[in-house]
């Protein structure tokens, strides 16, 4: 109990930081990042912005992949009229389709760059029930599939860029608590909400997908650690309660109710 007053008060833990620390507070120590090349997913709005522009601001080369080139060019013209020495480089990608995913690896790798930080951060929660192209769930399959496939095909980059360069990569995978919302047989559920629509519950299945967010997290920290021995660490974050366009979708009396009584409990897009 106390400490969730604590977090909810924002107090310093070890780190220094609290729950109320933006990004640029956590920054701070580290103002000079123009040797780090960083890929940053859902950077057209809410906190991958955020981190986007932060990141920017302390000089990281960005790589912005979206589905929308039109949003990740907004994004980027953002970014640049604050900081106008930015380097940014705008990709198509989409994480629901696996040709997509490797499409993008592959123009990425033909840039001939290093890559010392991945944040996943990408996220879709939607009330309708669809299925990618590949034939499955569309929750699963963005949130989760589509960062598998992107972070598997660029793990040895980024422990090549380690080894060769001594800086630490990082990958993030954000993730949230709701993970722990979701009981049963992932497996099963999955199956089920690919074959078939009713037994599609749109809050279950973000949490399967969030879920699988932290069980990979687990497993491929182990594998980096024990059987690749490698200079890159990977960990996953609940963000915090945030209001962004993730709950778009949402969007009306009831949930502005909500988050209007709430609003001292949460977070600032940049805390």
């Given at each position: 109990?106390l400490?969730t ?16 620390s933006?990004?640029?507070?956590v920054?701070?120590y580290c103002p000079?990042?123009?040797s ?7 950077a057209?709005?809410?906190i ?7 990141l ?14 039109k949003?990740a ?11 106008p ?10 994480l ?5 995913v ?8 033909s840039l001939n760059?290093?890559?010392?930080l991945l944040?996943?951060n990408?996220?879709?929660?939607t ?17 989760y599939?589509?960062?598998?496939l992107?972070t ?8 090549e860029t380690?080894?060769s ?9 954000v ?9 049963g ?6 199956s089920?909400?690919?074959?078939s ?13 969030k879920?699988?967010n932290v ?10 650690q024990?059987?690749?021995e490698?200079n890159?660490?990977?960990?996953c974050v609940h963000p915090g ?10 969007d ?19 805390q």
């Amino acid at each position: 109990m106390l400490e969730t007053v604590k977090y909810l008060l924002g107090s310093a833990g070890p780190s220094g930081f609290g729950s109320k620390s933006t990004a640029e507070q956590v920054t701070d120590y580290c103002p000079d990042l123009r040797s780090i090349t960083a890929i940053i997913t859902g950077a057209t709005s809410g906190i991958g912005a955020e981190t986007a522009r932060v990141l920017a601001k302390r000089g990281a080369r960005l790589v912005l992949p979206a589905r929308s080139l039109k949003a990740a060019e907004d994004s980027k013209a953002r970014i640049l009229s604050e900081f106008p020495e930015s380097d940014i480089i705008v990709m198509p990608l989409d994480l629901s389709s696996f040709f997509s995913v490797r499409k993008f690896v592959a123009d990425f790798r033909s840039l001939n760059l290093p890559l010392h930080l991945l944040i996943n951060n990408a996220g879709k929660f939607t009330q309708e029930h669809a299925i990618s192209e590949d034939g499955i769930e569309m929750t699963f399959a963005t949130n989760y599939l589509g960062h598998f496939l992107l972070t598997k095909l660029l793990v040895t980059k980024m422990v090549e860029t380690a080894k060769s360069t001594g800086v630490q990569g990082r990958i993030v995978n954000v993730s949230s608590s709701i993970h722990s919302w979701f009981s049963g047989d992932p497996i099963s559920y999955l199956s089920s909400i690919t074959r078939s629509r009713s037994h599609y519950d749109a809050t279950r299945a973000y949490a399967l997908s969030k879920l699988a967010n932290v069980l990979h997290t687990k497993e491929l920290a182990q594998r980096l650690q024990e059987e690749m021995e490698a200079n890159v660490t990977v960990n996953c974050v609940h963000p915090g309660i945030v209001r962004t366009r993730l709950t778009r979708e949402r969007d009306g009396l009831i949930t502005d109710l909500v988050f209007f009584l709430a609003s001292k409990l949460l977070k600032t897009i940049p805390q």
